[in-house]
């Protein structure tokens, strides 16, 4: 069954740094949209970072622009984010998503719409950000 496995996250302290991985397995990420999203308790979900699997495009939330970089590693078909100069606003659960390119998604519309990727998500995994 084809599936995304996360990795990464933990706990830093401010200032710190994190990278998150999210694995494809059973299914090549050049035909998908990926996302990485985030949910703080009591909070909406944010789409905090999306990347095109085939043009390599990208999208950023202002929140995290300047300080969080999303990659594609074709050769692992992986995409990670690195996440530098942490902040206590960070700490959340973090979600990987990919959604088939046959459905339109773009970087920015995945990243910014309510409804969550169509086709794949990952376990999630917790970031935390506290001295």
């Known amino acids: 069954q084809p599936h995304i496995v996360q990795s990464g996250g933990g706990l830093v302290q401010p200032g710190g740094s994190l990278r998150l991985s999210c694995a494809a397995s059973g299914f090549d990420l050049n035909y998908y949209v990926i996302g990485w999203f985030r949910q703080a308790p009591g909070k909406e979900r944010e789409g905090v970072s999306c990347i095109s699997g085939s043009d390599g495009s990208s999208y950023y939330s202002n929140s995290v622009k300047g300080r969080f970089t999303i990659s594609k590693d074709n050769a692992k078909n992986t995409v990670v984010l690195q996440m530098n100069s942490l902040k206590p606003e960070d700490t959340a659960v973090y979600y990987c998503?990919?959604?088939?390119?046959?459905?339109?998604?773009?970087?920015?519309?995945?990243?910014?719409?309510?409804?969550?990727?169509?086709?794949?998500w990952g376990q999630g995994t917790q970031v935390t950000v506290s001295s």
């Open positions: 998503g990919a959604e088939w390119v046959g459905r339109y998604p773009t970087v920015e519309n995945l990243c910014v719409r309510k409804d969550p990727p169509s086709d794949y």
